[in-house]
């Protein structure tokens, strides 16, 4: 990274927001991997802590008291991101509703900003979720991440401390950064030369 070049700003969203969840164990992975870095820089939105409202309003017209401060909490964040990290479990052969959610409230927050996936779940470890994730953001004018990070049986991937016990995840997680940071700085740089048109 040129020595003039600022770090990326990654917005780490975490989608689950089920009682008991796995999400924090794979979060806090994650972002140890973020902080090795000088390139990257995350700021964790987890769904759970920030919930969105559910009831979207009808076109044209205003949303419902009480959700411009939800949004509050959210929006600004996303915006200030440069590059994006999605964190998901599989929910039958899909992603969280709370992502979902979090998204459509969205919308040029994403545009011309690269996206990432880390995925975790049984026997398919989420892929099913990001399969559906690429699509929707592609609608969105995101550009996604080839390299993903996936945990099969993830509750075999980490110790009872929530140490991730395989060598080959932290090589993916080195491979998807480095994409991601390639990817927000092309972005980004090509931005400040030009408006990025949706």
């Known amino acids: 990274m040129p020595a003039t070049a600022e770090p990326l ?45 559910t009831v979207f309003p009808a076109f044209g017209q205003q949303p419902p008291p009480g959700t411009e401060e939800q949004l509050a909490l959210v929006s600004p964040r996303l915006a200030a991101a440069d590059a994006f990290v999605l964190v998901t479990p599989e929910y039958n052969h899909s992603f969280p509703a709370s992502l979902k959610n979090a998204i459509d409230w969205h919308n040029e927050q994403w545009h011309g900003k690269p996206v990432a996936f880390v995925s975790y779940g049984g026997l398919s470890g989420g892929l099913r979720a990001v399969e559906q994730l690429r699509v929707v953001m592609a609608e969105l004018n995101a550009t996604t991440i080839r390299n993903t990070v996936s945990f099969h049986d993830v509750w075999s991937r980490f110790d009872q401390d929530g140490n991730c016990t395989d060598p080959a995840a932290d090589t993916a997680a080195k491979a998807l950064l480095d994409q991601l940071a390639w990817w927000g700085h092309a972005l980004r740089d090509a931005k400040s030369v030009r408006r990025y048109v949706a």
């Open 9 to 53: 700003r990654v917005a780490v969203l975490v989608g689950s927001t089920r009682e008991g969840r796995f999400a924090p164990v794979v979060t806090k992975w994650l972002t140890g991997h973020l902080d090795q870095r000088d390139d990257l820089r995350g700021d964790v939105v987890d769904l759970a802590e920030t919930p969105l409202p």
